[in-house]
């Protein structure tokens, strides 16, 4: 799974898993520009409130 199919996952369910908050931390040093961006988003959506950490059922 890329940042941008995580992003939209997360988004559309407002759920981000610890597995793939994990994911993005150990893939954060390959990441381009735009993929970087992408996580910083990811980030303040969850300081927001309009992610939460959880799991899918």
Do not use: H, P
């Amino acid at each position: 799974m890329g940042i941008g199919a995580l992003f939209l996952t997360s988004i559309s369910t407002g759920i981000i898993t610890q597995g793939e908050l994990g994911w993005v931390t150990r893939n954060q040093l390959n990441f381009t520009r735009c993929e970087q961006a992408t996580a910083l988003k990811l980030g303040q959506l969850i300081d927001s409130g309009q992610l939460q950490l959880g799991c899918r059922l």
